[in-house]
């Protein structure tokens, strides 16, 4: 069956039906240290639109070495460890790194950047996105469960 959004690996599959309700490029410093990227695609998905086929096969491991305890877990798969999404305990969200937890390169592009530090002594984007220190103002997080 074909789905608006897919990814995973070989052993789990994710899906949705729903665009994000948020879609940034990155630049803080946690996303920089677990993928390796100098910016990472992140799109947050309201947590209930994210179907994953396989939970049980998901390892879970704190998103924020320096944060062990905080909201955001990042799965990856039990059997081959490939990244599958960054999951809110708090069940408000679940995010998706598009190029590096399966999803196909016609995922939508970022629609602005965040959390940029301009003390971090890398050029503010010139892209035409606007660009801000933290999430975009008008992002609300969603009620959780």
């Avoid at 910016?39 to 998905?45: E, R």
């Amino acid at each position: 069956m074909s789905h608006k959004f897919s990814g995973g690996c070989d052993h789990i599959k994710t899906h949705s039906e729903h665009d994000p309700i948020d879609n940034h490029t990155c630049h803080c410093s946690v996303c920089k240290s677990v993928t390796g990227q100098a910016t990472t695609h992140v799109a947050f998905f309201n947590h209930a639109d994210v179907a994953v086929d396989n939970e049980a096969g998901l390892k879970r491991q704190p998103f924020n070495a320096n944060n062990p305890d905080g909201p955001l877990e990042l799965c990856t798969c039990g059997e081959c460890g490939t990244p599958i999404m960054l999951n809110d305990k708090q069940n408000r969200i679940r995010a998706i790194v598009p190029n590096l937890m399966g999803y196909d390169a016609g995922f939508p592009a970022a629609s602005y950047h965040a959390f940029f530090d301009p003390a971090a002594g890398v050029a503010k984007p010139d892209d035409g996105r606007e660009v801000f220190e933290g999430l975009q103002p008008s992002f609300v997080w969603p009620e959780g469960s």
